[in-house]
């Protein structure tokens, strides 16, 4: 007779089944609760199955099934699931102090020679400050990930001012025009550019296979650049692009003429772009003669987004989609840059894909609220 016998509670017997359906668990911890709901004695209904038989269905060995019910009879579901906690203690290579010493030290200034802290120059520098006798580079990596810190890494970000009236001013402005209705006669559209580069392969790629993805050479050549300019109507599910050669003053409003021409029936266009030196009326005046300037100029209601401040522009959000499906490639002369950029945009356009923004004036008032002036009235 086998002496360790498992009677799972309803409750148990639940808990199992549900750990088994989930399919989310370690394999081991599923395997032990298969075991676990086939030793189940208020479920044989007459047959008992013996530990050899449950251990050819689950293709497990029988000594584990005997040691997994006694655990289960012994020490409970828990340890029979998961196992015992080990009981063994380890001797800790930094105590608080240390760490608080390792924390503020990769928050600091690296030395002399170094662009930023490494775990070795940390365990270097620790030893060398007399904090410890030895310390290892993985002692380190631990510390600083249980405390989420990454001092090798540095990440580009705008920084927008701390408070600012013209910022505030001007970031709600464009949320104001973000919030207005779909309409034909005066529709809102955002516009935005991008720089490419032109780079061409010096050998053909490999092409993917079976079991081998494909292959590029690293070497390239640099083959010049173009500019890619996106005019997006948010509400409409629309887009327009123009691949250019430069983004100089005169290639600015050629685009807006052309922004022009697509919207014949309007009254007058809402345009949002970036606070850039080309982004101004006086381009149209370089470019076209005074009287086409000065009739452009009033089909157009230009809204700036403010320094700092260019996520605010939808059309950097198309962009980034353009970038991320169609241009994330070497592609070495612009004819494919604007054949590849029509395809994408008509792509898009079929599917009518739209931006769904969520950011309004309300929520700029309680998530930004260091950026507004404090005024006491």
């Not at 950029?341 to 309680?366: G, K, L």
Request: glycine share 4%.
């Amino acid at each position: 007779m086998e002496k360790y016998t498992v009677t799972l509670s309803a409750e148990e017997a639940e808990q199992l089944q549900a750990l088994v359906a989930k399919g989310t668990h370690a394999a081991a911890k599923v395997v032990n609760a298969l075991i676990l709901l086939n030793c189940d004695e208020s479920q044989a209904r007459g047959r008992r199955r013996s530990s050899q038989e449950i251990a050819e269905v689950l293709q497990v060995s029988p000594r584990k099934i005997d040691r997994l019910k006694r655990r289960f009879v012994e020490d409970g579901l828990e340890v029979a699931l998961s196992g015992a906690p080990s009981q063994r203690e380890y001797e800790h290579k930094i105590d608080g102090e240390v760490e608080a010493h390792l924390i503020a030290l990769s928050c600091s200034v690296p030395p002399s020679g170094h662009a930023r802290w490494s775990l070795r120059l940390l365990a270097d520098q620790v030893v060398e400050l007399e904090l410890v006798e030895t310390l290892s580079h993985e002692t380190v990596r631990r510390a600083l990930k249980k405390n989420e810190l990454k001092p090798w890494r540095k990440v580009g970000w705008v920084i927008a001012p701390e408070a600012s009236a013209e910022f505030v001013a001007s970031m709600e402005r464009v949320l104001d025009v973000y919030k207005r209705p779909l309409d034909a006669r005066r529709p809102v559209v955002c516009m935005d550019e991008t720089p490419r580069q032109l780079i061409g392969q010096t050998r053909e790629p490999i092409a993917a296979a079976p079991g081998q993805p494909e292959r590029e050479d690293y070497e390239y050549r640099r083959l010049g650049t173009c500019n890619v300019f996106m005019a997006c109507e948010p509400l409409a599910g629309t887009r327009m692009t123009q691949v250019t050669e430069r983004r100089t003053k005169r290639d600015w409003a050629l685009f807006v003429e052309s922004i022009a021409a697509h919207y014949p029936e309007a009254e007058r266009i809402t345009l949002v772009m970036d606070n850039l030196n080309t982004h101004t009326p006086a381009a149209l005046y370089e470019t076209f003669r005074p009287a086409k300037a000065k009739a452009l100029w009033d089909r157009f209601e230009f809204v700036h987004t403010p320094k700092h401040g260019s996520w605010l522009n939808m059309a950097e959000i198309e962009i980034n989609v353009m970038v991320r499906q169609c241009l994330n490639r070497r592609i070495g002369d612009i004819e494919t840059v604007r054949r590849e950029v029509a395809a994408w945009q008509a792509h898009r356009d079929q599917r009518h894909a739209r931006i769904d923004w969520q950011f309004t004036t309300e929520t700029a008032r309680v998530k930004l609220r260091r950026l507004y002036p404090s005024i006491e009235v």
